[in-house]
């Protein structure tokens, strides 16, 4: 199964809004919308900040927001905080019933 | 509230079979969701290993096929993972989550702490 590809680093002052991609192809992240978003603070369970490519869990900020432009889906995160510094993935679920991960990325609050 | 723990030993011996197992709490494992785990190298990032549905149904991890049973114990509510011929690269924080499945939706929405696990002599 082929991987998600996210960049592996971005940073932001606080105050400020940053995009993390994840990028597949026309296959998967292209073809379908079950793309989610998950956020791991170091030393801890990742949590899931988003799903269906831009739908947010109940308690989850509204500064946090997803979207999808070709094989690309993108979170956004606005209005940086320090308690927002994390690695983040994102996630496909496959049209073969299997699940793939992007690399992850981490995001520095400057 | 649903919640889910891992338990299992810490250390595993090379050539040996990794078990571990996710107790579900606050709720029923024969819910419409599906059961999942995860793992996570030292500083690397996370891997699906597979998933499982309460009638006994899976889905595994192609690449990792071969070595994974995941299977459920409705009457315990819990769900397990066993990883045979393991090696170094097997070490990990292993994970288990619910997979919420309404309606086409699918994700992780529920992850259980974690559980460290060492392949060494």
């Known amino acids: 199964q082929s991987a998600l590809t996210q960049p592996p680093s971005v940073s932001g002052s606080p105050g400020q809004s940053v995009t993390i991609s994840c990028t597949g192809t026309?296959?998967?992240?292209?073809?379908?919308?079950?793309v989610s978003w998950y956020q791991q603070p170091p030393g801890t369970a990742p949590k899931l900040m988003i799903y269906e490519v831009s739908n947010r869990p109940s308690g989850v900020p509204d500064r946090f927001s997803g979207s999808k432009s070709g094989n690309t889906a993108s979170l956004t995160i606005s209005g940086l905080q320090a308690e927002d510094e994390a690695d983040y993935y994102c996630?496909?679920?496959?049209?073969?019933?299997?699940?793939?991960f992007g690399g992850g990325t981490k995001l520095t609050v400057l | 509230q649903v919640q889910l723990q891992e338990s299992g030993p810490g250390l595993v011996k090379p050539s040996g079979t990794l078990s571990l197992t996710c107790a579900v709490s606050g709720g029923s494992i024969s819910s419409s969701n599906w059961w999942s785990w995860v793992r996570q190298p030292p500083g690397k990032g996370l891997e699906w290993i597979g998933e499982?549905?309460?009638?006994?149904?899976?889905n595994y991890n192609p690449s990792l096929k071969s070595r994974v049973t995941i299977s459920v114990d409705k009457s315990k509510n819990q769900f397990s993972l066993k990883l045979s011929s393991v090696t170094a690269a097997d070490t990990a924080v292993y994970y288990c989550?619910?997979?919420?499945?309404?309606?086409?939706?699918?994700?992780?929405?529920?992850w259980g702490q974690g559980t460290m696990v060492t392949v060494s002599s």
């Open positions: 026309s296959s998967d992240v292209g073809s379908y919308n079950r």
């Open positions: 996630s496909l679920y496959t049209s073969s019933s299997t699940w793939v």
């Open positions: 499982i549905y309460h009638s006994g149904s899976t």
């Open positions: 989550a619910r997979v919420v499945a309404v309606a086409g939706l699918r994700a992780f929405d529920i």
